[in-house]
């Protein structure tokens, strides 16, 4: 049956006496039938995965095939006297110039644009230093995984300190939208580490997506006027809110994940007595 014949035969229900039977008999089949083959697959379609060195990658990012594009691209581009450890250091460096656009971003907000520039160079570096890596066949599995899971909690942390110590987030709520990110890139590690598949990314949204939301917050802030609300006696501005919002979401899909990864590995063990 064509796709047009099940919208014609859904019509053609609907004008039938007895619709609730119909429908739970009929039309909820061929919806079914619609999810699976057009959504669902074209779901698994955008699903990244790749093996990195021994263990298998899986990014569901919303900008995942479009940054893979751009390594298979860029990668053969870069210059011989470029290796992934100055790649490193270029992305910790873009990290620094994130963290003083903030801070400078307090007195005059021209600096903020030193964020976003920042951000772009800490994408650039992190994302290619593997990735010239397993390009040029000179992939160092433990030092390198050792050196990027290192390097990118501590360029959370100068990020996230920041950004609390501009004047336009609590440093509080920054330091909680830092301890929410590492849990749940610790979360990734602790996978990666009994299965052997780590994942780059939760849901549609990883590190690069991250980025973005901080980049367009960033932009915002410049045009926008900061303004401050009292809750419990405490002053927020809308910059704290949509921290509190990013927080609230990171938190949920922290806990979401560690129980439905929890109630997997369960039954995996379960299963072998």
Same mark, same amino acid.
């Given at each position: ?63 995942? /095939? ?10 053969? /581009? ?45 994408? =650039? ?14 992939? /160092? ?68 997506? =991250? ?60 299963? /072998?007595?």
């Amino acid at each position: 049956m064509t796709v047009n014949d099940n919208k014609n035969r859904m019509f053609e229900l609907f004008f039938e006496d007895e619709v609730e039977e119909v429908f739970s008999e009929e039309i909820v089949p061929v919806i079914k039938k619609w999810l699976k083959e057009k959504v669902i697959k074209n779901l698994q379609i955008e699903v990244l995965k790749y093996k990195r060195d021994e263990h298998e990658c899986i990014n569901t990012g919303i900008t995942a /095939r479009l940054e893979e594009k751009a390594k298979e691209y860029i990668c053969p /581009r870069i210059p011989s006297y470029i290796n992934s450890d100055h790649l490193t250091l270029i992305g910790f460096i873009g990290i620094l110039l994130c963290a003083a656009g903030f801070i400078l971003g307090s007195t005059e907000k021209l600096y903020l644009f030193l964020v976003i520039i920042g951000l772009f160079i800490n994408w =650039f570096g992190d994302s290619f230093d593997g990735s010239l890596a397993r390009f040029r066949k000179k992939t /160092r599995p433990n030092y390198g995984y050792y050196i990027d899971h290192t390097v990118d909690s501590l360029s959370i942390i100068v990020a996230g300190i920041g950004f609390g110590y501009s004047s336009y987030v609590r440093i509080d709520l920054a330091l909680i939208m830092v301890a929410l990110y590492l849990a749940l890139e610790t979360h990734a590690l602790i996978v990666k580490t009994i299965e052997n598949t780590f994942k780059l990314s939760f849901g549609l949204l990883g590190p690069t997506e =991250f980025r973005i939301i901080i980049s367009l917050l960033v932009i915002y802030m410049y045009f926008s006027k900061t303004f401050t609300f009292f809750v419990w006696g405490q002053m927020f501005s809308q910059y704290d809110i949509a921290i509190t919002i990013l927080s609230l979401i990171m938190f949920i899909t922290f806990i979401t994940t560690m129980f439905k990864t929890g109630i997997d590995l369960h039954k995996k063990d379960v299963s /072998r007595w």
